[in-house]
C-alpha cells in the first residue's frame, strides 16, 4: 500500500478459505449439496480463487471426507480455480482424480503444530513433500505452500522472524508457487506481524506471498495492513468468518471475506468482488449452520437490507 497515492489502482486477489479452513472446523457440518450451494454463490460474487476441500484422513477431520464427492459435482464453467489441501502421496492422488485445480502442502515453522497436525516434524514434512511437488508441478498443477505458526506455535511458543523467512524460502525451493504466511492461532498483532513480515520479504518478493490470518484475537484486519503497506497482493479470507484449525486449540476463523473486501475498497483497492453477493452469501451459510454471523460487515448490511424489507413491506401495505 502506498501511503500517498497509488493504491487506487492496486488489485488484490483474495484466497476463499470458508469451505475448507471454515468448514473443518464448525461444529456442524454442512451436507453436500449445502457445500456446493455455497462454493457456487462464492464464485459467483466474484472470488477467483477458492479452496475447497481436503484430501486428509477422514479420521482427523471429518468434515472434509467426502471431498472428491465434491469435486466431481462442482460447475467447471468460469475463471474460478478450485484448491485442495494435500499431506501426503495418497492426498496428491486423490486431488489428480478429483482434477483439483491447486493443491496446497501444509507445514509450519514448529514442530509442536506440525506433528500434532499431520503427524510427523518439519524436517520430515518438507522430504516428504519433495516428490509431491515435483509431480504435481509435472501435471500442471500449481502448488501452494502454507506455512503455520509464523508467529507462534500453541505447543512450541514464540517463532523468530528469521525462522519464519528461512522456512518459506526451503518451500520455494521445492517448488511452490506461493507461500501463505499462515498467523494460525492468531496472536500477532501489527507489531509482531511487521517485523516477520520484513524478515521475510528479505528474502521472497511480495509476490510469491500470501498472508492468512485467524482472527482469534481480533487482530486479523489491522494485520493486513503492514501486509499491504509492503506490497502483498493476495490474502487469505474466510466468508462469515467460519473456522479456525482443529490442531490448533483455541483458534477461530481466519478473517471475514466481507471485513477484507469492505477495507480494500475503502482503500481504493480492487477485488473483483460483490461486496452485496459476498454478505449475502455471509449470512445464509451462517444461517444454515445455525450460527451468529462472524463477519461484523455481514451484519450490518444483512441489518440494513431488512430493514428496507421492512419499509417496503409496509409502504406497499398502505
Ligand atoms: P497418519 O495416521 O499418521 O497416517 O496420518 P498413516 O499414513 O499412518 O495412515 C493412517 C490412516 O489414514 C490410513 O487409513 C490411511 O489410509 C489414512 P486406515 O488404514 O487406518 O483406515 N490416510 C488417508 N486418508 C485419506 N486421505 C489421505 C490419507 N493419508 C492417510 N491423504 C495424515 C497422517 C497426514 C494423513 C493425517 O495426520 C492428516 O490427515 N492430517 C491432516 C490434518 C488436517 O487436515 N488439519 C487441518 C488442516 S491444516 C490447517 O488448517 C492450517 C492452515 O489453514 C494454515 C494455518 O492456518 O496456519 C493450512
Ligand atoms: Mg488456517
Known amino acids: 500500500m502506498k501511503r500517498e497515492s497509488g493504491m487506487q489502482d ?4 483474495l484466497v476463499e478459505m470458508g469451505p475448507r479452513d471454515g468448514l473443518q472446523n464448525e461444529a456442524s457440518t454442512l451436507p453436500l449439496v449445502q457445500r456446493l450451494e455455497l462454493i457456487a454463490r462464492l464464485a459467483e460474487s466474484g472470488l477467483q480463487r477458492i479452496e475447497v476441500g481436503a484430501f486428509v484422513s477422514p479420521k482427523k477431520v471429518p468434515q472434509m471426507a467426502d471431498s472428491a464427492e465434491l469435486f466431481k459435482a462442482l460447475p467447471r464453467k468460469g475463471p474460478t480455480r478450485y484448491g485442495a489441501l494435500v499431506p501426503n502421496l495418497q492426498g496428491l492422488q486423490a486431488a489428480i482424480a478429483a482434477r483439483a485445480d491447486e493443491i496446497g502442502l501444509f507445514t509450519a515453522c514448529s514442530d509442536g503444530f506440525t506433528r500434532a497436525n499431520i503427524g510427523i516434524g518439519v524436517e520430515e514434512s518438507l522430504v516428504r513433500f519433495a516428490p509431491l511437488v515435483l509431480e504435481a508441478r509435472r501435471l500442471g498443477i500449481k502448488v501452494r505452500g502454507y506455512l503455520s505458526t509464523v508467529i507462534a506455535c500453541p505447543f512450541d511458543g514464540p517463532t523468530r522472524p528469521k525462522r519464519v523467512a528461512a522456512m518459506a524460502e526451503r518451500l520455494l525451493d521445492l517448488g511452490c508457487h506461493e507461500i501463505s504466511l499462515g498467523d494460525t492461532i492468531g496472536v ?21 506471498l500470501a498472508v492468512h490470518f485467524h482472527d482469534t484475537y481480533g487482530q486479523g484486519l489491522a494485520n493486513l495492513l503492514p501486509a499491504l503497506e509492503r506490497g502483498i497482493r493476495t490474502i487469505d479470507c474466510s466468508v462469515a468468518g467460519l473456522g479456525g484449525c482443529p490442531y490448533a ?34 449470512q445464509w451459510v451462517s444461517e444454515q449452520l445455525g450460527r451468529p454471523n462472524g463477519s461484523q460487515v455481514g451484519q450490518a448490511l444483512h441489518a440494513n437490507a431488512e430493514r428496507l424489507r421492512m419499509r417496503l413491506c409496509q409502504s406497499s401495505s398502505h
Open 10 to 13: 492496486d488489485k488484490v486477489s
Open 188 to 208: 500477532g498483532t501489527p507489531g509482531t506481524v511487521a517485523p516477520m513480515l520484513d524478515a521475510v520479504l528479505h528474502e521472497i518478493p511480495a509476490g510469491r
Open 249 to 282: 486449540p483455541g483458534a477461530s476463523g481466519n478473517v471475514a471475506s466481507e471485513e477484507v473486501v469492505y477495507l480494500l475498497h475503502g482503500l481504493g483497492m480492487s477485488t473483483g468482488v460483490s461486496l452485496d453477493k459476498l454478505a449475502a452469501t455471509g
